[in-house]
């Protein structure tokens, strides 16, 4: 795909029903593609942003076409389709002290909620209001920097015995303290998941990249992905009620540091990107044992795979 960006591509999202492509770019420019078959026609060029778009997120179509994305300069915009090929801000704001890497549209159950990870350590979740007005509040997560935010699916803790608890919205994140986190949103806010413990047997030893929730596949089982400059994908893995603990396997050893991880809508297969420009695809079989299924190489100059340089 011929992008027409004038610079380095860091990222590139489906919408829902995979109609439209969104891609953004250090040349501080989010674009709009519309997707036909193997058809892309360039639909609509988003700025606003002063530095470079590390990342986009599309929200679900129940709230309209809206599209979220954050840069190195500090800022959230929320861009809304008003009429097809027309775009308009609902929202920009510069929320963060420093680049905001990851960013992130809750499940459309949760209501139009957006998250999004920063250098400056904090997390910060937008919230919609009746009013069309947004609410933020803030996580403090670690003082090195946070890469990357993703949201636990809807009905991760669906509990058979108890069908109509609602269960709280949920968080992981990735720092550059080489820590994953779990975060959870009570009454008094949002504050780390102290009821889950975290394993210490394998953890990474540089920083985490990209984080990524598995939609769930079996009851009472939640599956989270991690990657790192240490060049180690790991699979973190919650089997039983919400209070038992997440112990982590390891994918695989890779040659390059890996920049993202991005699950299937069935959450049965994983793909990984690393800094050689190969993207892996991997399957846990029935054994338990993770293997790859497939490898794609990208020689092009510019990949989206690339992750925000800090």
């Not at 700025?47 to 190195?72: D, N, R, Y």
């Not at 999004?116 to 609410?135: F, N, R, Y």
């Not at 039983?240 to 396997?249: I, L, R, V």
Request: proline residues 5%; aromatic residues 10%; contains cysteine.
């Amino acid at each position: 795909i011929d992008t027409q960006h004038d610079d380095m591509v860091h990222d590139a999202q489906m919408d829902y029903y995979g109609c439209k492509l969104a891609t953004s770019s250090s040349d501080r420019t989010v674009k709009i593609y519309n997707v036909s078959g193997s058809n892309y026609e360039h639909a609509a060029t988003l700025t606003g942003h002063e530095g470079p778009v590390w990342q986009v997120s599309w929200a679900h179509p129940k709230f309209g076409v809206i599209l979220a994305s954050c840069s190195f300069d500090g800022s959230i915009l929320i861009h809304a389709e008003v009429r097809p090929g027309e775009w308009t801000n609902l929202y920009k704001e510069k929320l963060h002290e420093s680049s905001v890497n990851g960013i992130a549209f809750a499940p459309h159950e949760c209501g139009l909620m957006l998250a999004t990870a920063s250098s400056d350590g904090k997390v910060a979740v937008l919230t919609h209001q009746p009013d069309h007005s947004w609410t933020a509040e803030y996580l403090q997560d670690n003082v090195l920097g946070v890469n990357s935010v993703s949201w636990a699916p809807y009905g991760a803790y669906y509990d058979t015995d108890s069908p109509d608890t609602v269960e709280p919205p949920r968080l992981v994140t990735g720092g550059c303290d080489n820590q994953v986190r779990f975060w959870i949103r009570s009454g008094e806010g949002w504050q780390l998941d102290s009821a889950a413990p975290i394993s210490k047997a394998l953890s990474h030893t540089d920083w985490v990249r990209d984080v990524a929730w598995a939609p769930p596949i079996l009851p009472k089982k939640n599956v989270v992905a991690s990657c790192s400059e240490d060049k180690t994908v790991l699979i973190w893995t919650q089997d039983g009620d919400k209070e038992s603990e997440w112990t982590p396997t390891l994918l695989s050893q890779f040659e390059a540091p890996v920049w993202r991880v991005s699950w299937s809508l069935t959450g049965q297969m994983l793909a990984v990107s690393s800094g050689d420009n190969d993207v892996t695809l991997w399957k846990q079989e029935l054994d338990g044992v993770w293997s790859k299924m497939d490898t794609v190489e990208d020689n092009a100059a510019t990949t989206t795979a690339s992750a925000p340089q800090m």
